[in-house]
């Protein structure tokens, strides 16, 4: 998969400079984006945006453009010194649904692309070109004489919007989704199927958000948990048998055999791993949309960078049971969809930093301190609970990734009292600067996550 990732914000700068009503002549742009590769796959992420200005062309007109190299020359360094790629980005302003480059545009990246190479090297560069309502994107690869088709095109904002190839088709029988395309469209309904959906921890929580996933027609999943079922997970872990507790199967491995049960087109990575270590954590960047359904904090420092870093919202969930007097005191749940403009869990002050010292200590990072205990307590776990936030957690991804969905309120976050039987949308609040956001927006591999690059 070849992918470029834009910011929301980026992006629709980048369409009102190239697609200005009533202009006869074509309009360009230059972009530095950082690079992320997974799995035989590129992810270009764009960091920066440079609108060419009139003055920035040698020749303008409706049938091509010269850039001037005045005007090259700078983003050229940028690109050379930060280890950046370059995206050129030009408009067709005549053609309409089905742009594609043309000869002229395929004879001047035949020149220009190589002094790229040879001037950024090591570096893969990328073309764009922008139709009244379609685009078509190309990348030139390090050391290569020749382009690949770009796949997707994915922005990603408080809604996650992509432009996939003309050639992607639905391989799902319709008639399985017939009743979700009276709700969502046949166009909606092949949304979930071309998108990426990584969870991290399949317990409780995770299990039923993968079941629903499946069921609503996403093919493409990374799912991470550590852990094998026992026979304390059977009375909430969905999919699972007393045959699994005896023998000690991975959750993950029970995901992958429930998902391809019920649809055999499924694609799973089942990762049994942790997702603190780097080779798990890199696993997820190719992603679409990550959820957090883990119950510790170390994975929740992690996951929480995604949002800002790769671009990838990031759907994170939770629920507490509190036990006072050996009777129910109280039953809270979160539902929380973070985006590249919105602060982190850090920020919103829901790391709980003894907590995560104490699991990090658990881990052998960092010495012990006087509240790590070393011994984690079972906690109270109900699967009617489960139940109910996995279902507004997978709701919430409906949400983000139909872009004809009706909106949430902004900066707002969902809760749940379950003694109450209440669930309720709260606002974000005020953040704390954590120091960490500002500096990692669409850096993309170029800054590590806070991960070991080996297990302890």
């Known amino acids: 998969m070849t992918e470029i990732r834009f910011s929301a914000e980026v992006f629709d700068q980048l369409q009102a400079h190239l697609r200005q009503p009533n202009h006869s002549d074509e309009e360009g742009a230059l972009m530095l984006a950082h690079q992320a590769e997974r799995n035989g796959g590129l992810i270009l992420i764009v960091a920066e945006l440079f609108k060419i200005p009139d003055q920035g062309f040698i020749h303008k007109s409706g049938g091509g453009l010269t850039i001037d190299p005045e005007f090259l020359a700078p983003v050229i360094k940028r690109a050379r010194l930060d280890d950046m790629s370059i995206i050129l ?257 850090d920020c919103l002050g829901y790391l709980n930093h003894e907590t995560l010292t104490e699991e990090l200590g658990r881990l052998g990072v960092v010495p012990p301190t006087p509240y790590t205990s070393g011994i984690e307590e079972p906690v109270p776990a109900v699967v009617s609970y489960n139940t109910t936030l996995a279902g507004l957690a997978v709701s919430e991804f409906i949400r983000v990734v139909l872009p004809d969905f009706p909106a949430a309120p902004t900066r707002t976050f969902q809760v749940m009292d379950g003694v109450d039987g209440v669930v309720r949308r709260v606002e974000l609040g005020s953040p704390r600067p954590c120091g960490i956001c500002d500096e990692t927006i669409g850096v993309g591999d170029a800054v590590d996550l806070p991960v070991l690059k080996v297990a302890v």
């Open 89 to 345: 980005a030009h408009s067709h302003p005549f053609s309409d649904r089905d742009v594609w480059f043309s000869s002229i545009d395929d004879a001047g990246e035949r020149s220009l692309m190589p002094k790229l190479q040879e001037r950024v090297p090591g570096r893969p560069h990328a073309a764009m070109v922008f139709g009244k309502r379609s685009l078509a994107a190309r990348v030139w690869l390090a050391n290569s004489n020749g382009s690949v088709d770009v796949e997707k095109v994915a922005v990603v904002g408080d809604r996650i919007k992509t432009h996939a190839s003309t050639s992607s088709r639905s391989t799902l029988a319709p008639e399985r989704f017939a009743r979700q395309a009276l709700a969502f469209t046949a166009a909606g309904q092949a949304l979930f199927e071309q998108l990426c959906v990584g969870i991290t921890g399949l317990g409780g929580i995770g299990s039923q958000v993968f079941h629903n996933l499946v069921h609503l027609g996403v093919r493409h999943f990374v799912l991470v948990d550590h852990d094998v079922v026992e026979e304390s997970n059977l009375s909430r872990l969905i999919g699972a048998t007393a045959e699994d507790a005896r023998r000690g199967t991975p959750k993950v491995e029970v995901m992958k055999r429930a998902g391809s049960a019920i649809s055999p087109s499924v694609e799973i990575t089942a990762i049994v791993g942790n997702v603190y270590h780097a080779p798990v954590a890199r696993q997820l960047t190719s992603c679409d949309v990550i959820f957090s359904c883990t119950d510790t904090m170390v994975s929740r420092m992690v996951l929480t960078r995604f949002p800002k870093q790769y671009f990838i919202p990031l759907i994170d969930v939770g629920v507490n049971v509190q036990i006072r007097d050996s009777r129910v005191h109280r039953i809270g749940g979160r539902i929380m969809v973070l985006g590249p403009n919105d602060p982190c869990l």
